[in-house]
Nanobody, 125 residues
Framework: QVQLVESGGGLVQAGDSLRLSCVAS????????MGWFRQAPGRPKEREFV??????????HYANSVKGRFTISKDTARNTMYLQMNSLEPEDTAVYFC????????????????WGQGTQVTVSS
């Protein structure tokens, strides 16, 4: 089993930056990748893919909606993943979930084996 704990959410204004963190513990040697999803208010229950990174930290992928503004990274020694979010927009308001998968990149919920509890990000206009 793997446990994921997010932190770093908050209330910011449009154009501001925020950094989310996710610490992984437990059987992390089984992980292939980690990533971030988000669930916006009033949207269907499906979580939207944001970004994913290989467990080794050598390969990353982003949703088109955040490419160029968000950066995913990983401190392998600390089992910690980060999401640096710049030029935030009101449309980025959502609960952000840390995710991890044991077989491939966590591009969708289908490939995700573990979830964090979520952290709220609110961007005011």
């Amino acid at each position: 089993q793997v446990q994921l704990v997010e932190s770093g959410g908050g209330l910011v204004q449009a154009g501001d930056s925020l950094r989310l963190s996710c610490v992984a513990s437990g059987s992390t040697f089984d992980l292939y990748s980690m990533g971030w999803f988000r669930q916006a208010p009033g949207r269907p229950k499906e979580r939207e893919f944001v970004a994913t990174i290989a467990w080794s930290g050598t390969d990353t992928h982003y949703a088109n909606s955040v490419k160029g503004r968000f950066t995913i990274s990983k401190d392998t020694a600390r089992n910690t993943m980060y999401l640096q979010m710049n030029s935030l927009e009101p449309e980025d308001t959502a609960v952000y979930f840390c995710a991890a998968g044991g077989s491939t990149f966590v591009f969708t919920e289908h490939f995700t084996d573990y979830w964090g509890q979520g952290t709220q990000v609110t961007v005011s206009s």
